[in-house]
């Protein structure tokens, strides 16, 4: 079965730390983009972060650019998001996403196809 | 760049109920869209405009031209109330979803 499942989330104050895991399995880790997106409490959906299949190329949204870092381990089947410096906007659930991409027409797509759970993050003191 | 989608829209069962999308130039890219009932994570319905992913039922279906994408579900069902975003990828926000459209089926 193609899955991806989230960790790590919890309760931080703010200013502190947090690393979030993505476990994948029944599908080819390493041939896959993959995404971080996240759902404040009663809002919609943000995308956080993107890399690419070897991690050579990485994106983020603005408002987590300098503070957070994604990484993936092929060897291991595993994402991960690096949170530093957190903030209570940061409160939110963050969902693991494994995105197709390529170009087609002359045009370029990116969609997520697999989602995690998710996994909790609140930023409190 | 921004998605901008109406924050609800209601239908009745059986009917046929459109949710668009709108942005600069959308047509000129490609449009997803993603369903999400409470307390689940979203699922893939529609990508590259107008494609539906396998388990996805043919009364989903998509357009997309101009500014504005439209995702078009036909014969309604109670099943599918929940909240529907649209997705697009732009060289200047790279991911961009859209607010949300939060469907009811009265």
């Known amino acids: 079965e193609v899955q991806v499942v989230e960790s790590g989330g919890g309760l931080v104050q703010p200013g502190g730390s947090l690393r979030l895991s993505c476990a994948a399995s029944?599908?080819?880790?390493?041939?896959?983009?993959m995404s971080w997106v996240r759902q404040a409490p009663g809002k919609g959906l943000e995308w956080v972060a993107n890399i690419k299949q070897d991690g050579s190329e990485k994106y983020y949204v603005d408002s987590v650019k300098g503070r957070f870092t994604i990484s993936r381990d092929n060897a291991k089947n595993s994402l991960y998001l690096q949170m530093n410096s957190l903030r209570a906007g940061d409160t939110a659930v963050y969902y693991c996403?494994?995105?197709?991409?390529?170009?087609?027409?002359?045009?370029?797509?990116?969609?997520?196809?697999?989602w995690g759970k998710g996994t909790t993050v609140t930023v409190s003191s | 760049y921004e998605l901008t989608q109406p924050p609800s829209v209601s239908v009745s069962p059986g009917q046929t109920t459109s949710i668009t999308c709108s942005g600069d130039?959308?047509?000129?890219?490609?449009a997803s869209w993603y369903q999400q009932k409470p307390g689940q994570s979203p699922v893939l319905v529609i990508y590259?405009?107008?494609k539906r992913p396998p388990g996805i039922p043919e009364r989903f279906s998509g357009s997309n031209s101009g500014n504005t994408a439209t995702l078009t579900i036909s014969g309604t069902q109670a099943m599918d109330e929940a909240d529907y975003y649209c997705?697009?990828?732009?060289?200047?926000?790279?991911?961009?979803f859209g607010g949300g459209t939060k469907l009811t089926v009265l």
């Open positions: 029944g599908f080819t880790f390493s041939s896959y983009w």
């Open positions: 996403a494994r995105a197709k991409e390529g170009q087609l027409a002359a045009y370029y797509y990116y969609y997520m196809d697999v």
């Open positions: 590259q405009d107008n």
């Open positions: 997705q697009a990828w732009d060289s200047s926000t790279v991911v961009v």
């Open positions: 130039k959308l047509g000129k890219k490609f």
